[in-house]
């Protein structure tokens, strides 16, 4: 089974651009690449940060491109998204007995679990005790381990303005994924653009890039300052059967040189490989 990882497309209204970009552009482009090079997807997952101020334009605007998609398509919040406009926007969005935008879908390798983890004011994120019993009942109600799905990751990455703004509860998270250890997979992020992998606790941990802007790889500066950059979007296309999940980066607008190794035998295309530098270059030759 294929299943599309796509964050923080931070999408705003009437077309303009943030950061130098024009996020709705990029994200058309991404439907367009999953829709050509993805197409067997089951389901394409959102981790939230969908638009960058919430307003109502923005969410018109992401939903015209999302809709293009030919495979279902489930949303979560971000810190930048608005609740209730984004609930304007789809008076359907499934949302749990407290209201946050928490939801169980069912699919073709078990359940994915989506959750909520905005807070009313800030960009940290939270996961208070209401939401943390509606986990705990759906592990409970679950037969087969599931993949978790979360916008703030709840651990530090060793970039200190995006540690800041981590999901602040997670010594409470940790208790309750403890007592359901056999029934989590892998636990998907968004929120940092930035593609990360590891573990937490022995929990497999997979973040993906945003599709706008990216954050730098900045293991020195202190918590007061977000560096960012324009490196390529990408979203993540994961495959996962019965013994293995398996996360691909997809940098679907990158425009380097592309080549074939095994047919690198005359002519110019070895010219070109060798210029590259690697030697074991030759061993296809
Ligand atoms: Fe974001
Ligand atoms: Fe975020």
């Known amino acids: 089974m294929k299943f599309i990882h796509l964050t923080d497309t931070h999408v705003v209204g009437n077309g303009l651009e943030i ?30 940060d969908l638009t960058h101020w919430g307003e109502g334009d923005a969410y018109t605007s992401f939903l015209s491109e999302v809709k293009r998609l030919k495979m279902p398509f489930a949303l979560m919040v971000g810190n930048h998204d608005d609740r209730a406009a984004l609930s304007e926007a789809i008076p359907s969005l499934p949302r749990d007995e407290n209201g946050f935008v928490q939801q169980v879908i069912n699919t073709s390798v078990g359940p994915f679990i989506l959750t909520d983890t905005k807070v009313t004011t800030g960009h940290q994120g939270a996961y208070c005790t209401d939401r943390l019993a509606w986990l705990d009942r759906q592990f409970e109600s679950i037969e087969d381990p599931a993949l978790l799905f979360m916008h703030h990751p709840p651990f530090d990455v060793g970039i200190a303005s995006m540690d800041k703004i981590k999901m602040q509860d997670g010594d409470a998270l940790l208790s309750v994924l403890d007592r359901h250890r056999k029934k989590v997979r892998q636990i998907f992020f968004g929120h940092l653009h930035r593609m990360v992998a590891g573990n937490w606790h022995g929990f497999p941990i997979s973040i993906m890039r945003g599709l706008n802007h990216q954050v730098r790889l900045d293991l020195t500066s202190d918590a007061t300052i977000i560096r960012g950059d324009l490196a390529q979007p990408a979203y993540g296309v994961v495959l996962v059967d019965d013994d293995s999940v398996i996360s691909h980066m997809h940098a679907y607008l990158e425009c380097t040189p592309q080549f074939d190794l095994h047919n690198l035998v005359v002519g110019d295309d070895r010219e070109f490989a060798l210029s590259m530098r690697h030697e074991d270059w030759e061993d296809f030759g």
């Open 19 to 48: 950061y130098g970009a024009k996020p709705v552009r990029r994200l058309a482009l991404a439907v367009d690449s999953i829709n050509r090079d993805h197409v067997d997807a089951e389901i394409v997952i959102i981790t939230g």
